[in-house]
């Protein structure tokens, strides 16, 4: 913590023709903290007496090439104080603040109000001669509050670790006590392992109701860190269900925050919880359609330390999944385990898997999907001929089923863009979940959804595939009336509900083929 004083800037007046200077002002102290879960400042140095203060963030634990995430406090203003941050050591030059997005404020005696963005006319995102050419990001604050009143400030929404243990519970408790045994689905809250500072990677099942006799995977949680869950019984084992007198029953993983800094993901996570444990016809639908895994935070430590894309040790997990050590990488490991043994689970296959991200650059949120492989059908004849033939057609239909389910993403989600998806083969990328999970699981559709920062609500005037247009007809006067979610908490929940939908009527959309 930091302790500035601070000067009135006020200029020279003129009384009876003669120029008389105030005395200098005597401010209030200003005082800066982040020592709290999810905080990231490293100093404050003040200019222009106080007038200004350039903010330093502190890089990621043990990888100081990664410095983007920001969430501080300070207080001890005076009402009506005008202050300029300015954050000068981006390691991201490309940013959605050249795009109008702003920082977040609230103010903690006032959490009925919750977070606001700042006007874009108060804030600059500028390269500066003063810092040998680095984009700066500078805002212009006005303290409403007196000296006791303590201001957030933040990139992106924060949802820590504690909030997402919070929900967790509430989720829990909701769905064992409303309907009781009248609910048509079961809730499984699973400890999947522990990470290296011994917290939670918590796991999430739902399922049908009926027929359900435990998998073999989560037999054995206490090998993993089982212990007491929030329901105060053992949540590392016998956690996992399936339809036993189901054919073959197709399962939905889900996973998020393996980047810490990249925050709308728990949100979207937690809307698409929010839709498949509520009672609408197409959550109700989906349930029957499909089993739903979600682990929704696999770095909670980066999380509480407040990095953007590392855990503890400083490594970025997304490009660990193909060979994740055990005692380094104890959720990817646990995670990829998991995933696993569903395909060797009697009556169950591992359908889709989705990797929930957010986008600090792109304006739309988009899919990232594996590309094909070769659609060239040979000429019929030998026996050779026939087989590479049926492996065309196979591909093929894999093609049309990822078409399919972005059709109706882009139909549902206002926030998306079936235009701005991905076919991509990065050599950077071949770490990432989605690319290291293709290897070993061929026959599972395979994506990574980028919610972006900041959507751009000024090109959401229809849908933008042609299917889209002419099935959901989304017209201005609807685009507008949605405008002023877009970019909130409700805005990112609602797209967790959208991205249930579109996969209800996906499943549903199969049944015709």
Known sequence: MTRFVTQDDSAATRRKGKTKEREPKQEPNLLFFSDYESGNLHKVKPLNDGIEYEISLRPDTLADQYRNWFYFSCFGCRPNQ???????????????????????VRSRSRPHLGWARLPPRNCFYYKSSRHGGQYLLSFVFTFDGDENEVYDFAYSFPYPYTKLQKYLDTLERTCCCSGGGNLDYRLERSLLCRTNQMRRVDMSEISGKEGLTPTSFLQNGKQRGGRRGSSGKENGNGAAYLHAHSPVRPVIAITGRVHPGETPASFVIQGFLDFVTSQQEEACYLRKAADIVVVPMLNPDGVFLGNYRTDATGVDLNRRWDAPSKEIEPSLYWTKELLKSINK?????????????????????????????????????????????????????????????????????????????????????????RRALEKILPETLCYTFEASFFHDIGGFSHSESAFGQKQHKVSQEHAQSQAGKVNT?????????????????????????
């Open 489 to 513: 908490e409700k805005g990112y929940i609602g797209m967790g509900e959208q991205l249930g939908r579109a996969l209800s009527h996906y499943y549903k959309s199969l049944e015709r083929f």
């Open 82 to 104: 005008r202050v300029v941050f300015s954050v000068v050591n981006f390691s991201k030059q490309r940013s959605l603040y050249r795009d109008r997005m702003t920082p977040l």
């Open 345 to 433: 689970e009697k009556g169950r296959k591992l359908d889709m898997f989705i990797d929930v991200h957010a986008h600090s650059t792109s304006k739309r949120s988009f899919m990232f999907c594996n590309p094909p492989k070769s659609m060239e059908i040979s000429s019929m004849g030998s026996e050779e001929d026939l087989k590479e033939k049926e492996r065309d057609w196979a591909t093929m239909n894999r093609l049309r089923k990822v078409l399919i389910f972005l059709e109706f993403l882009d139909m549902y989600m206002l926030e998306f863009s079936m235009a701005t998806c991905r076919w991509d083969i990065d050599s950077h990328k071949v770490g990432s979940a």
